[in-house]
């Protein structure tokens, strides 16, 4: 048992992830699992637009459509079996879909389903006791469109333990279709804290595809080959110790800072980052170039985990059109700019004439004027810029009549306005999110195979205790004035590689850095106070900063940073993906022998 490895390749990191990873995995990764991640925050909300339209829907089809009909057959060939969180908020469809390939194939695969996650039919009881929001304490929305709980890895052990070669789960923790695997594999018990928080610690690095491969990353010119980056493999132990690697002779980087900056992605506080299986502590998590791509990674501890489970709802919010026009020539800026408006005031007029009421929200972006900067920002004399318009309205003709005005915008006011972005734009159900904790006794998980229901035992969980964490990484930093001595000033980016991503509207932010006698530097430059002074235009709420001194990084977790967030946003960047770089354009001041 000691010297028994199980390799797990990571094939999607959302729905719309490139379709050559798993083909890749499956042929060239000599791996004995596959699994798909493909449930982002913003992905419920658009599978449950789909569901609106058509009642077949709400599961991911390309897992279907694209990647299972081309490879079903190698996979059951190459005795590789398949977990994945396709099945959305439809998984039984998204498990008869599968089995109408695998007939039409003449392929015999058992294919188990995972439910229980779904918590619309206990709403009307959750609406009397006075459900809040997770993050800014609303109640319960009327129209609710979706509402389903993150399960943890115990329903996926038991149905491989069953004999499933593939796996469907609705929403479940996106690092638990990893940890499934190593607790069936290992015989992992439901009390292995150290060893479910390093199985859970493997899942969220291969969770988001090429993110621990190169992806992203900050030195982005040092990553070779985009075109075949190799999706991410992990090769466990049964002690926990697992090793990051890809498939040999793709492209990408497995580096010590890849697999940090992944480490870091999302997590908030990173002493008690709480998921249904296990209250994980990477604070103390180390990292070890083991090879060429190849990196090891240790210290991820574990409590037990809290009674209750997350659940994602998405509800209806009127509605939201955008609209793009590209404009060219001298002070294209400040054209953009009158021109957005001068739409805003035209429609505004309109609206009223037509017994209409006003926006419930609007936000111009001016593209190319490093506008996500905001006093940051470095030019306004682009020659090329695009005005972006984004609105929302409790009314669908409103957002019609503001989609026909667009166009006029070409022939009436700036010169050089060109490109509407493909065609005019359209007013969609504004769908947001929803967060909020349901104790775990009200949710019954169970696996559905071959006809038979079995209930899967859940264990309750209990409080976390606030003597568990380290005051240290809970408290946000205090302000601290830089050292004084013969220093200069250069970007952050000079010291530290960054990540950012996002959980609803809080946007997290990691810095890892590039070297550890940087790191003291960091600490004393890189205060909660500047980054939400240097995030200001962005931020609205709080600033916390967490120490992750195992890879000499810090995590810092921003308060209502991104306009609500996925389909709530009217941002460009919704999910934050710019913030890291935003912020690691910040001034940071350096011993010059540091340096040297």
């Known amino acids: 048992m000691h010297d028994k490895t199980v390799r797990i390749g990571g094939a999607s990191g959302f729905w719309g992830d490139s379709s050559v990873g798993a083909p890749q995995l499956v042929r060239h990764g ?154 069936h594999e290992f015989g992992w018990q439901a009390d292995d804290y150290d060893r479910l928080a390093q ?95 190849e990196v090891e990674v240790h210290g991820a501890r574990g409590r037990a985990p809290g009674p209750c489970y997350k659940v994602s709802a998405t509800y209806l919010d009127g509605f939201r059109c955008n609209a793009q026009l590209t404009i060219v020539g001298i002070d294209a800026v400040a054209k953009a700019e009158r021109t957005a408006e ?25 593209l190319g004027a490093e506008s996500c900067f905001g006093p940051h920002a470095a030019t306004r004399h682009t020659r090329e810029a695009i005005m972006r318009l984004a609105v929302t309205h409790d009314e669908k003709a409103a957002l019609e009549l503001f989609a026909r005005e667009i166009a006029a915008a070409g022939t009436s006011w700036a010169p050089g306005t060109t490109g509407s972005g493909g065609g005019r734009a359209s007013p969609s159900p504004s769908i947001r999110q929803y967060a909020f904790l349901l104790d775990k006794a009200a949710l019954a998980p169970t696996v559905v195979m071959d006809g038979v229901r079995t209930a899967v035992t859940i264990p309750a969980g209990r409080k976390p205790v606030d003597d568990a964490v380290p005051a240290a990484a809970r408290e946000p930093a205090a302000c601290a004035e830089p050292a004084s001595g013969d220093r200069i000033e250069v970007p952050l980016i000079r010291l530290a590689y960054g990540r950012s991503g996002d959980k609803g509207d809080i946007s997290n932010i990691g810095l890892i850095a590039r070297r550890p006698e940087y790191l003291a530097v960091l600490r004393a430059e890189v205060t909660a106070c500047r980054v939400a002074d240097w995030l200001g235009h962005l931020v609205k709420g709080s600033v916390s900063r967490y120490d ?34 935003i912020l690691l354009t910040m001034p940071v001041r350096v011993p010059r022998s540091l340096l040297q």
Not at 32 to 51: H, K, N, P
């Open 548 to 581: 992750l001194p195992g890879f000499d990084a810090l995590n810092f977790v921003c308060e209502s940073a991104l306009d609500g967030g996925g389909m709530a946003s009217l941002r460009n960047d919704p999910l934050g993906k710019g913030m890291a770089q």
């Open 199 to 293: 199985g859970s610690l493997a899942g969220h690095i291969i969770e988001c595809g090429c993110q621990a491969t190169g992806g992203l990353h900050t030195d982005w010119e040092q990553v070779p080959d985009w075109p075949n980056i190799g999706y991410p493999v992990v090769e466990c132990r049964a002690d926990g110790s697992f090793v990051v690697a890809k498939p040999p002779t793709t492209g990408g980087l497995v580096s010590t800072a890849t697999v940090g900056e992944q480490v870091l992605y999302e997590i908030g506080d990173p002493a008690a980052y709480l998921l249904p299986d296990v209250t994980c502590d990477f604070t103390q998590v180390t990292l070890r170039q083991s090879g060429p791509d």
């Open 342 to 366: 001068a739409i805003l005031a035209r429609t505004r007029r309109l609206f009223a004439e037509n017994g209409l009421g006003d926006y419930t929200r609007t936000r111009v972006e001016v």
């Open 30 to 183: 000599d791996i004995d699992y596959l699994v798909f991640d493909y449930l982002a925050e913003l992905t419920m909300s658009v599978l449950a637009a789909a569901r609106l339209r058509k009642p077949e829907l709400g599961y991911a089809t390309d897992f279907v459509t694209v990647t299972m009909k081309s490879l079903l057959r190698e996979i059951v060939e190459r005795k590789i079996r398949v977990v994945s969180n396709a099945g959305g908020i439809n998984p039984q469809g998204c498990a008869q879909a599968l089995a109408a390939i695998a007939a039409e194939q003449d392929i015999d695969v058992r294919i188990a389903v995972v439910e229980g996650d779904d918590v619309m039919p206990l709403l009307p009881s959750l609406r009397q006791a006075g459900i809040a929001d997770l993050q800014k304490g609303l109640p319960l929305p009327d129209q609710l469109v979706s509402a389903n709980a993150y399960l943890g890895a115990l329903p996926v052990r038991q149905a491989l333990d069953q004999g499933a070669q593939v796996v469907i789960t609705g929403r479940c923790v996106d690092s638990a279709v990893t940890l499934g695997v190593l607790m």
